[in-house]
């Protein structure tokens, strides 16, 4: 729910002239970093995101001041105000703007910790729209080629921008995948409890084999491409169907529900100062 009111207040603070550019936002697909960041060894394992980064990097941080800062261009964020929403380095986290840009950091990475005989493996979040760069292909042979120790996930919500994956891409990730005899998990982000499973199973096996592995995780975008998207291409009932199956619903069934409410009512508030906090800010200068 962090992750979600954050978002959400992203749009506010836009229409209030608080942030400049663009934004994507993960209303819907929050779960997926939550349980990846749950995995991770923080001293040893490197992580590299995507342009739909701030579920990932609140995920990784718990901290959204730091990202309420950065995206307003204020010296208190991760990277002085000078990343904006989508160029964010923190610790062994980092992501840029580029479709698919960073599996090829992330190869790079993990063949320097196989010269090296580091410890840890390396993550790369990706979207389903990026599998069709040539870069990307590239760099899933290469892991395969060396045996690198590299884990995908996939966040595959069926649509590069405004076009459904069956429109776009030819064939199936997993036959691409397995072609290249990289390990391939398919699973589904509305439940939570299988998601979480598959997750751990595709860490232990990169960790194990020292392998790559591609989880293609099955989700849906609750919110536009990016902010200016009205979302038109989906039907109502495309809409209306991702929304019974969100898992923030599925997993406030397991809880009482006035406790929902209080965890709601807290984190509206932490959101609300983290805001506020960040809008009295100094922001950077540029010499």
């Known amino acids: 729910m962090k992750i979600r ?10 229409s209030l002239g608080k942030m400049r550019g663009t934004t994507h936002g993960c209303i819907g697909q929050e779960i997926i970093p939550v349980f990846v960041m749950e995995q991770i060894n923080r001293d040893t394992d490197y992580i590299t995101g995507t342009h739909r980064c701030h579920g990932q990097v609140l995920a990784y941080t718990d901290d959204m001041y ?26 062994n986290y980092i992501t840029n703007g580029i479709t698919g840009g960073m599996i090829t950091v992330a190869s790079g990475i993990a063949m320097g910790k196989k010269k090296n005989c580091d410890s840890g493996i390396v993550i790369a979040f990706a979207g389903d729209g990026g599998f069709n760069e040539g870069y990307v292909q590239e760099s899933l042979n290469l ?26 891409s030819a064939g199936s990730f997993k036959a691409r995948v397995e072609a290249l005899n990289i390990r391939y998990i398919e699973t589904t982000s509305t439940l939570p409890d299988v998601l979480e499973q598959d997750i751990i199973k595709g860490f232990s096996y990169v960790r194990n084999e020292e392998k790559p592995c591609f989880i293609d995780v099955h989700t849906a975008r609750l919110c536009g491409h ?62």
């Open 5 to 14: 009111l954050f978002e959400k207040r992203i749009e506010d603070e836009f």
């Open 66 to 91: 730091s990202l309420a800062c950065e995206m307003m261009g204020k010296q208190d964020g991760f990277v002085n105000g000078l990343g904006g929403s989508q160029h964010i380095k923190i610790g």
């Open 143 to 168: 892991a395969s080629n060396y045996e690198l120790p590299l884990l995908i996930i996939c966040e595959n919500n069926g649509y590069a921008m405004s076009t459904p994956t069956q429109e776009y």
């Open 226 to 287: 990016s902010k200016s998207d009205s979302m038109e291409y989906m039907s109502d009932e495309e809409k209306e169907n991702n929304m019974k199956s969100d898992p923030i619903l599925w997993l406030a069934k397991k809880i009482d529900s006035n406790e929902v409410e209080m965890i709601n009512e807290r984190i509206a508030k932490e959101v609300d100062d983290a805001f506020l906090n960040a809008t009295n800010c100094r922001e950077i200068t540029l010499d």
